[in-house]
């Protein structure tokens, strides 16, 4: 599946007597652990079919209890619940599928590195993996093992309103990307700067240097790039 991002928007039903901020926070907790995909899809896997949500239910009602619907939620703020919270999805159809049995349709992976903007497109390099080292220097360099273009339109948790990443680059961090034809940044736990000119009065030791090498580092990830484009373009 390709295409824009769009933000998502669905219902949240429930008896109990929930604020708004409230509800935001429980679309939040439904879109946040992978169950459901960035654009609403979600598999049953008890019935292996696939979904689009459509409405939460966020219920202590037993009667609407389904497999996988039963959390360990015992509260909300100041509001203690002293019965089973279950929390069902439902789609267009009226089919549901308990939280906890549902997975997102499109996967999303963990990566650390650098976005960068090279000729009108975003890139990313980096690496899926924790770097344990205790080096000095970038911890993102050209060389590192993963190169993929990504989309320009992002969000920062998946679900939310789409922005446009040229705002922020070039940017070091946690990125979630989606598996598509065109693949997004869902989902940003974190990041900062990245090969920018310290600030004026900016004293801290090394950060210049580090700048530097940061900035050398992001040449050749440029350089990589267009290497790369000029290995794909057809031969006129």
Known sequence: MTGALRKMTFEVETELELTDDQNERVAAMVMGDGQVDHRGGYV?????????????????????????????????????????????????????????????????????????????????????????????????????PILRRVADSFTDRPGTEPMSLREHLPAEGEFWISD?????????????????????????PGRSELRAAEQAELEGM?????ALKADISPVM
């Open 180 to 204: 598509e034809d065109e693949p997004h940044v869902v989902s940003v736990p974190w990041w900062g700067s990245y090969a920018d000119e310290p600030e004026a009065g900016d004293t801290y």
């Open 222 to 226: 440029v350089e990589r790039v267009r």
């Open 44 to 144: 049953d896997e008890v019935t292996g079919q696939t979904h689009q949500l459509s409405k939460v239910h966020f219920t202590c009602n037993p009667d609407m209890a389904v497999y996988g619907s039963d959390t360990t939620i015992c509260g909300i703020d100041g509001m203690q619940l002293d019965k089973t919270v279950h929390v069902v999805l439902e789609d267009e159809a009226g089919n549901r599928t308990g939280l906890k049995a549902a997975s997102g349709k499109i996967k999303a992976s963990w990566h650390f590195g650098v976005l960068f903007e090279v000729d009108g497109g975003v890139w990313f390099s980096g690496r899926d993996n924790v770097d344990g080292s205790s080096r000095e220097g970038p911890q993102t360099t050209a060389a590192s």
